[in-house]
């Protein structure tokens, strides 16, 4: 009885049709005779998952994909070949997968708990050296040089609903404005998305915020908002106005007239306290603090992502090529993601993703090929003890 792989499972959450569309619309398969882009996406998502740590050895892994050609559509791929397509290939279609697959997520989320809250930051990609300098040098920064990638966060579940690749040069607060606002979300940042009239866009869709308020913030407290416990970490909560009427020149100040909500949170360990500015009335000043406090997570998952699907060394060196890369390896833990909800394995999406990574072309046995063993071996040993006697 035929079962799949456990790679087939795990691809099983691309809607192929989709991606071939995309390829189609971009004509990413344009005269390609060798290594298709489902052949490159399907080679790519096993290299994050089996930690392919260079070209040569991802080549390798290709040719154990032989025996299962047919139904993965996707066979060995020659070094050079695969080299030309992460060069060639464009990048578009995997965009597109990339975003379906965050669309699903997020609709999935929203069924499940409802109102969600989304950790907004950014993560670097460094690129430097003469094999990147020619594309990244014109777009570095005093910090850094390569590509950003800004990401949105499910604290619930901690899987992405929102990735967006930039040069390095690209402001946090500008990816923001042109990243899609969802009602009913709660957005968690830093001081590097501080717009009062962002704030306040976000506000007027029906969303929610919470970040820090700089030192320098002209506020006019209007009254206390709720009374503070004595063990509580919380200092005060209370109702401000900005008193800024414009702000950086001739742009007027959308969020002056509109009461805010201050939440001042001792430190441990710290000489200053944290002070947290929120539209959010409804919630207490502890969970307010607490969801600041999540926003770590945020950073752990770029670790993740860094650490065990490689992305600290590239196939190829091409913008093309890295941005391929980053978005395969984005898809492979959409892909995990999926996988660990469907399959109900109760441990880490770590533990996960090593134990998959030494089975990927493994069949699990069906339900009925299970049965039918078990009967084989209860007639084995029925026949045993007939000769025994």
Request: hydrophobic share 40%; charged share 25%.
């Amino acid at each position: 009885m035929f079962t799949s792989t456990r790679l087939a499972h795990l691809l099983s959450a691309i809607p192929r049709q989709f991606f071939r569309q995309s390829t189609e619309r971009h004509q990413a398969d344009r005269y390609v005779k060798r290594c298709t882009s489902w052949q490159l996406l399907v080679t790519l998502v096993s290299g994050h998952v089996t930690q392919a740590l260079s070209l040569r050895s991802l080549a390798t892994f290709s040719e154990t994909l032989s025996p299962h050609s047919y139904h993965l559509k996707a066979g060995p791929v020659a070094r050079s070949t695969l080299s030309d397509a992460l060069n060639k290939r464009d990048y578009r279609p995997f965009q597109d997968l990339c975003e379906l697959l965050l669309r699903g997520i997020s609709r999935q989320q929203r069924k499940e708990v409802g109102a969600m809250v989304s950790l907004l930051d950014s993560t670097s990609i460094t690129l430097r050296g003469p094999h990147f300098d020619g594309w990244t040098a014109a777009t570095k920064t005093r910090i850094t040089q390569g590509l950003k990638v800004h990401v949105g966060l499910d604290l619930a579940k901690l899987a992405p609903v929102y990735v967006n690749i930039t040069p390095a040069n690209v402001n946090d607060l500008s990816d923001a404005l042109e990243m899609p606002i969802q009602a009913g979300m709660t957005y968690v940042f830093d001081k590097g998305y501080c717009d009062y009239n962002w704030w306040h866009q976000l506000q007027t869709k029906g969303a929610f915020f919470v970040t820090r308020l700089k030192k320098n913030a002209n506020i006019k407290v209007l009254h206390k908002h709720s009374t503070v416990a004595e063990q509580s970490p919380v200092m005060t909560d209370e109702v401000i106005l900005f008193g800024k009427k414009h702000l950086g020149g001739k742009r007027l100040n959308d969020y002056r007239e509109t009461p805010v909500r201050r939440v001042v949170v001792e430190r441990e360990g710290h000489a200053t306290p944290l002070i947290l500015v929120t539209n959010d009335f409804a919630r207490t000043a502890e969970e307010i603090a607490g969801l600041y406090k999540d926003r770590w997570k945020i950073e752990l998952f770029f670790k993740w992502i860094k650490q065990h699907l490689k992305l600290k060394r590239f196939y190829a060196f091409s913008e093309n090529a890295v941005r391929l890369q980053i978005y395969s390896a984005l898809i492979s833990y959409l892909l995990l993601h999926l996988f660990h909800r469907r399959s109900g394995f109760t441990g880490s999406l770590f533990e996960l993703t090593v134990r998959i990574s030494h089975v990927l072309h493994e069949r699990p046995a069906t339900p009925e090929l299970r049965d039918r063993r078990r009967q084989e071996r209860e007639k084995l040993k029925a026949a045993q003890g007939s000769l025994q006697l």
